[in-house]
């Protein structure tokens, strides 16, 4: 027990000089040889870190039926967890769609599958590209925009869209350009990519000129001016209710982006939490209480017609099977 508390000090000044090093170390490189440091910074900025799922967590994937969404030649893995109403045979539940954010996994919502089925809905959470058990090695923004609406048309109306953080923008995107939803929870948004960027490669140490080739490489990966995807700018395209939780005592996303976001949106509506941070929104039990009562009642919901299984998954599966090489 004496030695606990020399051994972590020592972890921590070595976690210390490491990181100092690599700013040093990223610093000249970016000064000798800007256009590698900034492919370099662009490819750490993309590429996310494993993220474990905690057992607490692990236990909602498994009340849920697996599920798998095709996305630019990989698979979105994801989880569909039924309402626990029963409703009319001609009918099936309301469906709300969870958009997790950077480095996070569509489990993370796990706090909220059972108030949401009780509650009347069918719930459906994926892990987004290149994260959890998705394909891909890389990811941006503009992708998990593009995933979110390939998952709602896939899976036909939506009722809600219930976002955290990178999730929240990206679900911006997406019903700006189109997703369909009749409204949205947005838990700590983020106002826009560049200051994203921006604080990455001051925390990485990449000089101005290596800074500004990295924003450059960002803009042509995701094909639009890093400036075009601010939800301050894309606010006024989005006609659906949407509330907004952010706290300020956010460390990561500062609160006043969050309070931007929602004055901005014609049917916006903020809601300031206290103590729950940044990752504490998604489990927070009078926040989902809150939620809820925006979603409203399931059963006022306008129920789509079932959609038909035409087994799609389990003929891909077959022409998979079909096309790998035997087994040597």
Do not use: C
Not at 36 to 44: F, N
Not at 118 to 125: C, F
Not at 255 to 280: C, D, I, K, Q, Y
């Amino acid at each position: 027990m004496p030695n606990q508390k020399p051994e972590r000090t020592s972890t921590l000044n070595e976690r210390t000089f490491v990181f100092r090093a690599g700013r040093r170390l990223t610093g000249a490189l970016g000064s000798a040889f800007p256009a590698l440091a900034a492919a370099r910074a662009e490819r750490r900025f993309l590429t996310p870190r494993p993220t474990p799922v905690p057992p607490a967590l692990a236990a909602a994937a498994a009340s849920g039926a697996p599920v798998s969404f095709w996305f630019r030649g990989g698979r979105l893995a994801g989880w569909r967890w039924p309402s626990a109403v029963q409703q009319a045979s001609a009918n099936r539940a309301p469906l709300v769609l969870f958009v997790h954010g950077w480095e996070g996994g569509g489990l993370q919502f796990g706090a909220w599958v059972r108030p949401l089925t009780e509650a009347g809905y069918d719930v459906v959470a994926f892990d987004g590209p290149a994260h959890g058990s998705s394909a891909g090695a890389v990811a941006h923004l503009l992708d998990f925009a593009a995933a979110a609406r390939t998952v709602a048309d896939s899976l036909g109306p939506v009722h809600a869209v219930i976002a955290h953080s990178m999730g929240a923008a990206a679900t911006a995107i997406a019903l700006a350009e189109g997703l369909r939803a009749d409204r949205a929870v947005f838990l700590a948004p983020p106002d826009n990519l560049e200051t994203r960027a921006r604080s990455f490669g001051r925390f990485a140490g990449l000089p101005d000129r290596a800074q500004a080739r990295f924003e450059r490489r960002l803009a042509a990966r995701i094909g639009r001016p890093l400036e075009s995807v601010r939800l301050a700018t894309l606010a006024r395209l989005i006609r659906q209710p949407v509330l907004v939780f952010h706290d300020p005592g956010d460390p990561i996303i500062p609160w006043s982006e969050g309070a931007s976001v929602a004055a901005l949106l014609p049917e916006g509506e903020l809601r300031t939490t206290r103590n729950l941070g940044h990752f504490r929104l998604l489990r927070a039990p009078e926040l989902i209480e809150d939620a809820l009562a925006f979603l409203g009642s399931a059963a006022d919901a306008e129920h789509p017609a079932p959609v038909r299984d035409l087994g799609l998954a389990r003929f891909l599966d077959r022409i998979d099977e079909a096309l790998l090489p035997p087994l040597l």
